[in-house]
Nanobody, 127 residues
Framework: QVQLVESGGGLVQAGGSLRLSCAASGRTLSRRAMGWFRQAPGKEREFVAAINWSGSSTSYAGSVKGRFTISRDNAKNTISLLMNSLKPEDTAVYYC????????????????????WGQGAQVTISS
């Protein structure tokens, strides 16, 4: 069984920064992409960022590109999302996820490729 636990959410003012972390435990899954998704109230879950197994390739949603940075530490089974220049529209519950599929190169942007999810971390940006 795989467990993903997010941490680091909170309330910050617009223009501020937050770092989300996600720790994997249990039956950790190697050679898989990991990603961050978010869901705002009344909206569907959307892709934020993804990273391949080695960390050499990343993908970002257009709305966060240049402001967010995804990284991973496979030795510690963790991924992080550094969020800068935060905007009120970034307010959402943020979820980390691990891909169902083994691939060292893939960075999936579609949530259908992810089978393991954390419980979510609330991020609230005040204007």
């Amino acid at each position: 069984q795989v467990q993903l636990v997010e941490s680091g959410g909170g309330l910050v003012q617009a223009g501020g920064s937050l770092r989300l972390s996600c720790a994997a435990s249990g039956r950790t899954l190697s050679r898989r992409a990991m990603g961050w998704f978010r869901q705002a109230p009344g909206k569907e879950r959307e892709f934020v960022a993804a990273i391949n197994w080695s960390g050499s390739s990343t993908s970002y949603a257009g709305s966060v590109k240049g402001r967010f940075t995804i990284s991973r530490d496979n030795a510690k089974n963790t991924i992080s999302l550094l969020m800068n220049s935060l905007k009120p529209e970034d307010t959402a519950v943020y979820y980390c996820a691990t891909s169902t599929y083994v691939s060292e190169s893939a960075t999936y942007t579609d949530d259908r490729y992810y089978g393991y999810w954390g419980q979510g971390a609330q991020v609230t940006i005040s204007s």
